[in-house]
């Protein structure tokens, strides 16, 4: 992948991070809790996808794009440990409202992420596009 390439994989893919936090609000405003806890996910799947492409790391699977941001941004200090356990969380609620029977999350659940993920975001932006 050429160097352009990659760049606008980075862009396309943190593009993608927050149009999926855009929808969250509008989630929220008609109670799908459960599909606001899949955008809050996937906005910050997509952001830590674009990060690791930044460093040419292409996980195949979501644990996989887990463990790489674990491996190179969490444990090495360049991202705090809550933004990792956010992460974590929030995959695993995503997980269990896609896939298992009788998970129905409520406001109480979904909306005390929505900062902490607009953080993480943000957090990862300024890794992307300010050069720390």
């Given amino acids: ?3 352009q390439e990659r760049e606008d994989l980075i862009r396309y893919r943190f593009n993608k991070a927050d149009e999926a936090l855009e929808h969250v609000q509008m989630l929220i405003e008609n109670k799908a809790w459960n599909i606001a806890i899949n955008r809050l996910y996937y906005s910050c799947y997509y ?4 990060l690791l492409a930044s460093i040419e790391i292409y996980p195949k699977f979501h644990s996989g794009t887990g463990q790489m941001f674990r491996l190179h941004y969490i444990k090495t200090g360049k991202v705090g440990d809550n933004f990792g356990e956010l992460y974590t969380s929030l995959f695993e609620m995503r ?3 896609d896939y298992e029977d009788f998970v129905d999350y409520e406001e109480a ?3 005390p992420l929505v900062e902490p ?3 993480f975001v943000n957090e990862i932006r300024t890794l992307l596009f300010q050069g720390n």
């Fill in 1 to 3: 992948m050429s160097d």
């Fill in 47 to 50: 952001a830590v996808s674009a």
């Fill in 95 to 97: 997980q269990d409202s």
């Fill in 109 to 111: 659940d979904v909306t």
């Fill in 117 to 119: 993920t607009k953080a």
